[in-house]
Every structure is written in C-alpha cells, then in structure tokens.
C-alpha cells in the first residue's frame, strides 16, 4: 500500500530556510518520478518541482526556481525539498506526490505539511 | 507557467450533469495527451479522477468522464451526489518536463 508522509513544516522567518522530508513506503522512489505541489491557504494548487526516477533531472516552476532544491535518498526512501530565501507569498500546504509509471501524472500525494512565512 | 483557466464555480442539482472546462494553449492543454483532473474535499488531499484526457483510475465510477478539444478539456459529471461537492482541478503536461494546475473549480450540488 503506498503511503507519503510530509514532515518539516513549521513558521519560519522570510529570508530564512527550511527542508521537508517525505517519506514513502509500498513503492521505492528509485522507480517513480516524484513531485512537490503547494497550495495557498484558500488558494489553488500549484506545481512546485519534480525528479525524474533516477534522479538525473530535476526542474522547477519559475516562482521557485533558485531558491528551491529537491533531491532523495534512496537509502531512506524519502524525498525533500531544500526551500531556501524564503518569501511570505511562499506560505502553503506543500504535498508530495508520486508520478505514476504509465503516464505524466500524479497518482499518490501525501496529506501535506503546512510551511508558514511570518516574521 | 501560468495557470489554466476553469470556471470559480459551478453547480447542479443532484442527478444533474455539469460539465467544467479548463483552458490553456498549445504549449500545454492543447499540445499532449496528459490532461488529468483531480477532486479535492476540504481539508484533503487531492484524488485522482481522470488521466490521459478521459481515462478512469480504477474505483472511479463511470459518471466521470473527459474530454479534450484544441485547447481546452473538459471534466462532466453526471448523476451528481451530494459528495460530489468538492474543489476540482485540471493538470497538464507543459513541456520540458515542467506541468501546470487550472485555478480550480467549487462544485456546489444544490
């Protein structure tokens, strides 16, 4: 049974850093490309960021791009998101997700881990 | 990057059909096949509903459906039930390894 479970958040100052874990289980990430999504509070989901199943490429959405990094460790099975200069417009529930093998699009998310932006 | 376009709300009766629609270009919506839609409950994840333009997840009953014309697809439901009632959301393929949400629909069933 795949699960995800997002951990990290928390309020962090803007300028400041932050890394969320996801851990997953049922599946190894080694063998599915993986993905960040974020959504506002109130607001709409966004794309956020995704690796390839091996790791080799990575590509962001452009209002995160340079200040964001995702990456995994296949030996914890978890994927992260490395958010650094954070911006008070960067306050959201941040789920991770699974890309399914068959097609583009995403067919697992975690519940979410809420990331607040506040001096 | 910016966001595909789909209607703040609609609404039906119950065993009504309603039909959302989810507007981008040819770089996204209208240049692949990898248009999905996902329904979001409050305070939920979001559930995968259709992929492929009009393909069905398993355990999704067969009152969801997609479609795609141009630019534009769209999600119908029909035989609405009040747990219908959700937020749903297109996603599409956009290119260079990058992908795109529409603004999201209220779906109210009345």
């Known amino acids: 049974q795949v699960h995800l479970v997002e951990s990290g958040g928390g309020v962090v100052q803007p300028g400041r850093s932050l890394r969320l874990s996801c851990a997953a289980s049922?599946?190894?990430?080694?063998?599915?490309?993986m993905q960040w999504v974020r959504q506002a509070p109130g607001k709409g989901l966004e794309w956020v960021a995704v690796?390839?199943?091996?790791?080799?490429?990575?590509y962001y959405a452009d209002s995160v791009k340079g200040r964001f990094t995702i990456s995994r460790d296949i030996s914890k099975n978890t994927l992260y998101l490395q958010m650094n200069s954070l911006r008070a417009e960067d306050t959201a529930v941040y789920f991770c997700?699974?890309?399914?093998?068959?097609?583009?699009?995403?067919?697992?998310w975690g519940q979410g881990t809420l990331v607040t932006v506040s001096s | 990057q910016s966001a595909l376009t789909q209607p703040r709300s609609v609404s039906g009766s119950p065993g009504q059909s309603v039909t959302i629609s989810c507007t981008g270009t040819?770089?996204?919506?209208?240049?692949?096949?990898?248009v999905s839609w996902y329904q979001q409950h409050p305070g939920k994840a979001p559930k995968l509903v259709i992929y492929?333009?009009?393909k069905r997840p398993s355990g999704v009953p067969d009152r969801f459906s997609g479609s795609k014309s141009g630019n534009t697809a769209s999600l119908t439901i029909s035989g609405l039930q009040a747990d219908d009632e959700a937020d749903y959301y297109c996603y599409s393929y956009a290119g260079s390894y990058t992908f795109v949400f529409g603004g999201g629909t209220k779906l109210t069933v009345l």
């Open positions: 049922g599946f190894t990430v080694s063998s599915y490309a």
């Open positions: 040819s770089s996204d919506v209208g240049g692949y096949k990898y």
């Open positions: 690796i390839s199943h091996d790791g080799s490429n990575k």
């Open positions: 997700a699974r890309e399914a093998d068959t097609s583009l699009v995403i067919d697992y």
């Open positions: 492929d333009v009009n």
